[in-house]
């Protein structure tokens, strides 16, 4: 068992990791083609993606410096 997690190991640093060698195929082509789509999915694919950035690009610390400024300039 532990011979086989070796030669696993071994063989997976081997190949290489490009586009055609990837071990982990996507399910679905992205991005899709919007032309294609049915506008209530084309739709649900812009909602997720506008959430997801606004998510991405959220600085909670640098939200929390500038409340704390603020007040400090306040007070």
């Known amino acids: 068992m532990i011979v086989s997690k070796i030669l696993q190991a071994v063989e997976a640093a081997s190949l ?11 399910r679905k ?19 997720r ?12 610390g640098w939200v929390k410096g500038v409340k704390l400024a603020q007040w400090g300039i306040c007070i």
């Open 29 to 47: 082509p992205w991005p899709p083609d919007f032309a294609k789509l049915d506008p209530k999915y084309q739709f649900r694919l812009e909602r």
């Open 49 to 60: 993606y506008r959430r997801r950035t606004k998510l991405k690009w959220t600085r909670p």
């Open 16 to 26: 290489p990791r490009n586009v055609r060698y990837n071990p982990y195929k996507a």
